[in-house]
């Protein structure tokens, strides 16, 4: 698992995380939501290893972030980022490729290719395979990105690894309704297969529907993290988002959120 | 893949038209081969192929011709494919750092130093040849060139270096401030000086290959073979760089040891070309578009590939720098600014279509 523990991050003289702890666990999905400014991003940032934070720290499966070399930490988490941009002409294929690199020569190398594919039917683009990437549309990159993503902790199946993780930071902005679904759905299936899935969402009912574990975050503080069903109320998401929600409970007892 | 080639037309056709890698870069070397030989044998006296081959297979039946050969044309051909390629391969580098395939290796400040040391020597160095031993009096000016170069290249990493971080678009800025105050010191030598000092600065900036000779060669070539060497460890990290700062540092690269790598790089070789053959203009930023426009982006062909296209067309541009106006010689920069700028500006208006 990937922990943060007590982290405090500045910016200036401003503390834009004030003490934060949590857990991303193997085999679970966990969805961190929060209005604009929460520091949501700043932690998909501190638990990719890119931000070192000013107090507390972060371990993978019980080791500190600084053991780990950018390559060390490539091979065993993907990230994606909000915004990505591109002003030279690759095809999809060749940005999917992309997330093979952390394995350049060793033995996983040899399943480039099938990582690159499975990663790309996964993710609904091998229509766009031989595009340009700078000529797809937003929400099309997005899902190339993620193929991206995926390719990056694709392993052949039967295997025992060490533990991976997948980091997502609003991965669904741009997607339509089924991608959306789509989407989840493969974040779902790598946790099933034990990856552990961090992603920031702002559509809470994609939380309700996919997510295992969900932290609210606001002002840089946890206000309350836990089972969905614990978190997602209308008192928590209320006063968290200083909007009125309304919860529905549907016939097959999963919840719908009205905000 | 054939549905998608179908169904989309914008946009599927380019990327079947690139060329495989080893045929493109096969290619590449062959041309290189082949213009190599060419510019030995043309010039004011040419020279025919038979005999070039002679003279290099070492039993010539030309004296005169051999004469020429070793000791005009083939170390003239082989400083145009070191200045060349360096020159090239370090612009498909930087572009790549940078994340702008417009950018130039005079951005990080390099040949505005270099210039400046250039400039510093044409004026001032009859007062240090007084106090130098003879024998460094030919070298002074290459060597000023070089370390002028390597100097504006580290003040402008320091300027955008905070906290362990080199920030990229600061970078951009610094360079353009060093260049600038290079440009202002270079402006009050040059309002300092003679006639004479006048006319060997002008000719400097315009770049020529004729001056090097063997030592030119010897002088450059180490630091050209080391920076492409270096820059070619570079070609999948820079691939990674390509998708942003951050997504490279996701997928494995360490980002700011990169940044170093290439600025070093690039600054050596770039720094080694201007010190033995002046200022060439666009070569850095051409070749890489061309090699680009032919195979794609991945660095894996871009960077050999530009390091070998560079090589030739700095030898063609060469050739036309001795032949148009022959007997006597036309700067190269001249040639590759009046053949450069052109395509630059093409460049532009193509992208603008394209980017909008």
Known sequence: ?259 | MDEAAVTDTTAALPSLRRLPRAALLGALAAFLGLVFLLALGIGAMPIPAREVMRVLLGFATDSQAEAIILGLRLPRATLAVLVGGGLGISGAALQGLFRNPLADPGLIGISGGAALGAVSIIVLGHLLIAVLPIAADQHLLPVAAFLGGLAATFATERLAHHRGITATGILLLAGIAINAMAGAVMGVLIYSSDDAQLREITFWTMGSLAKGGWSGVTLSAPFVIFAVLMLMRCAAPLNAMLLGEREAHNLGVSVERLKRIVMIAAALAVGASVAVSGIIAFVGVVVPHLVRMAAGPDHRIVLPGSALLGAALLLIADCGARVIVAPAEMPIGLVTSLIGSPFFLWLLLRRKGVGA
């Open chain 1, 1 to 259: 698992m990937i922990e943060a523990k007590d982290i405090v991050l500045r910016m200036g003289t401003r503390q834009i995380i004030d003490g934060v702890s949590f857990t991303v666990r193997p085999g679970r999905v966990t969805a961190l939501l929060g209005p604009n400014g929460a520091g949501k991003s700043t932690m998909i940032s501190l638990f990719s290893g890119e931000r070192r934070p000013d107090g507390g720290g972060v371990e993978i499966d019980g080791e500190k972030m600084e053991r780990f070399d950018p390559l060390a930490l490539a091979r065993r988490r993907a990230v994606l980022l909000q915004h990505s941009s591109l002003d030279f002409d690759f095809t999809v294929a060749e940005v999917v490729a992309l997330g093979r690199l952390p394995f350049g020569t060793t033995r996983d190398a040899l399943d480039d290719e099938e990582a690159c594919l499975t990663a790309g039917r996964q993710s609904g683009i091998e229509a766009l395979w031989s595009r340009l990437y700078r000529t797809l549309s937003g929400g099309e990159r997005q899902r190339v990105q993620f193929a991206r993503a995926l390719a990056q902790i694709w392993r052949r199946g039967s295997e025992t690894h060490a533990s991976r993780y997948l980091l997502l930071d609003e991965p669904t902005s741009a997607l339509d309704l089924r991608h959306r679904r789509v989407l989840l759905e493969s974040a779902r299936r790598l946790a099933d297969e034990g990856v552990g899935v961090l992603a920031v969402l702002h559509d809470l009912n994609l939380a309700a529907d996919y997510a295992d574990d969900v932290v609210l975050l606001d002002h840089g503080r946890v206000r309350v993290a836990g089972g969905k069903d614990d978190v997602l109320t209308q008192e928590n998401l209320s006063t968290c988002f200083m909007t009125p929600v309304e919860i529905m409970r549907k016939a097959d007892g999963s919840i719908a959120i009205l905000a």
